[in-house]
């Protein structure tokens, strides 16, 4: 089972590096590159700040983008060109078939953070010509990143195992922006009473959590970030993970292929 | 032992959003085909062909019936690594070079690293893909992915082998290949389950076939014995009109300018040559009337009969 699985993940990890989907890279370096003149030009805090800001905002968007519009495709994109055919019809289980490609986006999306990150760190370095502790704190910014990842590629393969592509990336788009809003949603289902209580208590549960994945500004002020956040971000984003993905499983399992 | 047994499998689709209407995919079906057999699914586009090739590999689920596959329940996970497919119009990753493709299908089946690296070479040699072990699938041709098809579909050497219209897009040259490519595999001793519409390749391959119209079957029937039956009947052409009244009394004449042509029946053959030698008719050919499949397969699809085993 484990071989089947890595199989498809590292064939699906080759298809996106193949497809160019690490190109992206290059637009970020780019971002680095067009950016440092204008840094220049602001004292060493403010640049420090910007540059924190400006990187990791980039590494969020062009990871979530990836996350969603590669994710939505995963499994559709083999249902239409009937590419799932000739693995289907071998001892190959649905679930490892969306495990398999699960892991492979994932894979794709550690390489291409981890590069960003290495990226980032090599301006920061030719910037400050220093390395602080706090340098280190940002670290575990990039690393709620990737778990915002892992939420977001989950819940496009769950939806992309009932409904059409445009749908499917519409539907995974609005619940990452409602999800970067759920503190709000929390706070307002804490007060509401009622039908609207019951209504935004439910919702909080379903959407995800990722205000509490976004420490971006407080690492750029050189705030810590408590060892309990990260405990618990990280049992959060594997139970929100592990329940979408095995949404997509049944879904998947129960699917006729057309 | 059988390879395959359908007992009654049954798939009916539902189509429209709000009022679901049903569509017949394929009547209750029961086949049996015996090990080592190349057996034959014939019938038009939209007969329900595919639907069972696609029920058989759980691509689908049927709504009704069950089937074995080497004496296992066809869904068992295990039974697949004795399986091969070929679907209708392969389409693989294109990203993809045959070598890959084909590594990364016998992985999935459970083939060994060192077989994989054994049989691979073999297999591309084999249909014709050797020298473009290193090229990506995206610059293939139709006729080159279905043989990378039929590659990945017996990689793992399985016991029996599906083939979803094998021949179809190919020029006469890939038909002949294929064709060649399944005699082979019956005498390694594999059961070759296959749909067509082409028959001649049906009657040139098959043990016996099955007629499929609109999702029942029709008939099932020993090809051997089919031709053997139509054998008997002989289309005789000549030149010279002067004949044509006399070999009226055999049958109907069909003229066209200086040439004409009837068919006769075995008991009539000599009689009919006799008479065109004494009407000093020059003889063109005498050739046993092909297409015997041809008449089962368009008698079988006027007339709706039982499931038929």
């Known amino acids: 089972m484990i071989s089947r699985i890595r199989a498809i993940a590292f064939n699906t990890f080759r298809e996106a590096v193949r497809d160019r989907v690490l190109y992206n890279l290059v637009f970020f370096a780019l971002l680095l590159v067009a950016t440092a003149p204008l840094l220049g030009e602001i004292s060493i805090g403010v640049q420090r700040v910007l540059l924190i800001n400006l990187s990791l905002s980039a590494i969020s968007i062009f990871g979530i983008v990836i996350s969603i519009f590669v994710g939505i495709s995963l499994v559709s994109k083999e249902i239409e060109k009937r590419t799932l055919y000739p693995v289907l019809s071998r001892p190959v289980g649905r679930g490892e078939f969306i495990l398999g490609k699960y892991c492979g986006l994932l894979g794709t999306l550690l390489v291409n953070t981890a590069a960003m990150t290495v990226g980032f760190y090599i301006a920061l370095m030719l910037m400050t010509r220093d390395f602080t502790h706090s340098d280190a704190n940002i670290l575990i910014a990039v690393y709620f990143l990737f778990l915002e990842f892992v939420v977001i590629i989950g819940l496009s393969l769950l939806f992309s195992s009932f409904s059409s592509p445009l749908l499917s990336a519409l539907f995974a788009l609005s619940m990452f922006v409602a999800g970067t809003f759920a503190a709000d949603l929390r706070a307002f289902a804490a007060m509401a009473h009622g039908p609207e209580g019951w209504l935004a208590r439910a919702a909080s549960y379903v959407i995800p959590n990722l205000a509490s994945l976004n420490v971006i500004t407080r690492v750029s002020h050189d705030q810590s970030i408590p060892a309990a956040l990260v405990g618990y971000n990280t049992l959060y984003t594997a139970l929100y993970a592990t329940a979408t993905i095995s949404g997509a499983v049944l879904i998947f399992s129960r699917r006729d292929l057309k | ?309």
């Open chain 2, 1 to 309: 032992m059988l390879a395959v047994e359908i007992l009654g499998l049954e798939k009916i689709y539902t189509t429209g959003f709000w009022r679901n209407k049903p569509k017949v995919g394929l009547k209750s079906l029961h086949l049996e085909i015996p090990q080592g057999e190349v057996f034959g699914f014939l019938g038009p586009n939209g007969a329900g062909k595919t639907t069972t090739l696609k029920l058989l590999m759980g691509l689908i689920s049927p709504t009704a019936g069950t089937a074995r596959i080497l004496n296992q329940p066809w869904r068992d996970l295990a039974v697949r690594a004795r399986i091969g497919f070929l679907p209708e119009q392969p389409y693989f990753y294109d990203h993809l070079t045959p070598s890959e493709l084909l590594d990364y299908y016998g992985t999935l089946s459970g083939v060994s690293g060192a077989d994989r690296r054994l049989r691979i070479p073999k297999l591309l040699e084999r249909v014709g893909l050797a020298e473009q072990e290193r090229t990506q699938l995206r610059k293939f041709s139709k006729g080159m992915l279905q043989r990378v098809g039929i590659a990945q579909a017996v990689l793992h050497e399985p016991e029996v082998v599906f083939f979803d219209e094998p021949m179809s897009g190919l020029d006469p040259v890939g038909r002949r290949e294929v064709r060649d490519f399944i005699q082979s595999l019956n005498r390694e001793g594999k059961t070759v389950f296959f749909s067509t519409h082409i028959l001649a390749d049906a009657e040139a391959l098959c043990h016996r076939v099955a007629v499929l119209n609109k999702g029942e079957l029709r008939g099932v029937s020993v090809v051997a014995d089919l031709v053997s039956r139509n054998r008997s009947r002989f289309e005789v052409v000549w030149q010279g009109a002067s004949a044509i009244p006399a070999m009226q009394a055999f049958g109907e004449t069909h003229v066209a300018g200086e040439v004409a042509r009837m068919v006769v029946s075995e008991s009539q053959l000599q009689a009919a040559l006799g008479t065109l030698k004494s009407q000093s008719a020059k003889l063109i050919s005498v050739n046993p009337v092909g297409g015997s499949l041809e008449e089962y397969f368009l008698q079988k699809l006027g007339e709706p009969v039982e499931a038929t085993r």
